[in-house]
């Protein structure tokens, strides 16, 4: 499965326009966690996703992520799950440009 963030952005030789990500609506099949001692978005990727590359995604569904990829100790952490419905979302993003 490709789920790159950057797959529906337009670029411009070396300039890229802004990437609109889909909104991340709660559903039934969300798992929820409370955080641990050094956890970090790219760790719990890999751990839930088997892929370091979606940390995007929790960051997005937790509002975390604006400069590091550590994570607060104790929070809820939503996990979007499964990931297959992002696609959906991400091209439906790219069509209302």
Do not use: H
């Amino acid at each position: 499965m490709s789920l790159n963030r950057y797959q529906y952005t337009k670029s411009n030789l070396d300039r890229y326009s802004t990437t609109r990500y889909p909104s991340l609506q709660k559903r039934s099949t969300d798992l929820y966690i409370i955080s641990r001692d050094q956890d970090r978005l790219d760790l719990l990727s890999n751990e839930f996703y088997k892929d370091p590359r979606y940390w995007w995604v929790l960051a997005k569904a937790n509002n975390l992520g604006k400069g590091s990829l550590d994570v607060p100790v104790g929070i809820q952490l939503r996990i979007p799950f499964p990931l297959e419905d992002l696609t959906t979302g991400l091209r439906a993003a790219e069509d209302n440009k």
